[in-house]
């Protein structure tokens, strides 16, 4: 079933309990990602919260809107890791590393 809305045809998303949604399935979060933004201008952000709320499909909006001349935005699971710091740095340094050009290597 369809909805017009000022419109604007919406369809409504199939429920889909344990599925993350697209980047472009995600509304109502504009708010929160140009805070994001306003935030990574002058500092790093870690994102925090309940299972299922949301996070990660934020994540993936914020990374289809990061503009390629400006950032790169990097999103990977802690999910498994060793909790010790060496493994985070580990981690951090391999992602890094994949986003060098091979000839900088």
Known sequence: ???LSDEVLVEPLPPSPGADLTW???VGRD???QEWW???GRQSLRVLG???TGKTCALRLLEHETPQDRAVLRMSTLQGLDPSPAAFVKRVYEDASALRPAWKR
């Open 38 to 40: 306003q935030l990574l």
């Open 31 to 33: 708010a929160l990602i």
């Open 50 to 52: 309940p299972r299922r």
């Open 24 to 26: 472009n399935q995600v």
């Open 1 to 3: 079933m369809s909805v």
